[in-house]
């Protein structure tokens, strides 16, 4: 019996859309959290090699459960895989308002990424029910919501944190992050039909190891999947350092911080509503995600210079537009070559490497951070993301051949 194909029940950008306002919801929660990580950590007398640990626990998570969900909605569907797992996040956030020492948030943390591993359906689902030459601005606006996320979600983070009692001043930013996934697991429920019908056999699709071989030998998603691990590497290392960058630079607090992330997602929001989708329309994905990584480096590889939070925050928001660019590319690209039937299943893989790399991308990014120099995961960064601008050039070359398209010149190695 061959499987059905994706079926959408309502129509497509009214679909795609009324699921990334639900997200939305959840996100906030997530940007709340974000910002305050490393105060969290610290105040459990947290060191800054534990406080990366933290941060990749949530990765680790994700890296088992991005291709375990993705897989499992290609044959059950993408609503309960939503409502499955931003449900149990949900209480991994609870989990963590009463963790008693460093060690119980580290396993909280780990729990809560791989339920929190579900944006191979959050794509699978935006990819179910539009075109192909839509889905890179579908992807951004999925991106603009987590930037917007990150823009609210921070501000409210550090209203409500109270870094001097300890633990328990980070309690109401929890019990608010838990209380916004669960208004996105009963919004799921009530506004959101699902995309596809449910298949019942699943001998047609290989296990993930078989899976991964695969992916891994073609020649588009193969290389995109490197380019996810090594960008990811990059940003998530100058993330998870930020924080502590500014405390031992400038003498910030969560405050500052948060106004950094602020701005980036107010900078981030507006590149993927109003830029990413109408540019990879017209110039192509290959060749805009080339030109975000490019932008990548530059606002890496100058952040060191910056003086002051003014020129902290412009830098920073010139390497989040790099990204915003870039990221909803890469999604785009690898939904065109994978097989429509396993959307899921490729995403999941290729989000498996985003999250490796926010595993080992932090944890590298301290230690440098503690041996080399407050300013070395910047230049870490810049480092490892410029070689990745040829493996996009590579894979949108072998894209666009493969679909028997020309290739632009101006992308021809």
Known sequence: MSPAAPQPSTPPPLAATSLIAVIFINMLGFGIIIPLLPFYAKSMAAASWQISLVFSAYALGAFFGEPFWGRLSDRYGRKPLLMTTISANCLCYLGLIFAPNIWAAFSIRLLGGFFAGNNSVIQGYISDVTAPEKRARMLSRQGAAFNVGMIVGPAVGGLFAHTDMGPAGFRIPLFIAAGLAAASVVSIFLFIRESRQRETAMS??????????????????????????????????????????????????????????????????????????????????????????????????????????????????????????????VGALISRAADPHRVGQILGLNNACGALSRVTGPFAAGLTFDLVSINAPFLQGAAVVAPAIFLAVAAANRAARRAGEAVPAAVTP
């Open 204 to 329: 047609h699709r290989p296990n993930r190891w078989a899976a991964l071989g695969e992916a891994v030998r073609d020649p588009v998603i193969g290389r995109l999947m490197l380019l996810t691990f090594l960008v990811g590497f990059a940003f998530n290392g100058i993330e998870s350092t930020f924080g502590l960058w500014g405390l031992a630079r400038f003498g910030w607090g969560p405050r500052q911080i948060s106004v950094c992330f602020a701005f980036m997602g107010i900078v981030a929001a507006l590149t993927q509503v109003f830029a990413t989708g109408p540019l990879s329309e017209r110039y192509g994905p290959g060749r805009m995600l080339a030109v975000g990584m490019t932008i990548t480096v530059l606002g890496a590889a100058l952040q060191p210079l910056s003086t002051g939070l003014a020129t902290t925050v412009a830098l920073m928001c010139l390497t989040a537009t790099g990204q915003s660019v870039a990221w909803p590319n």
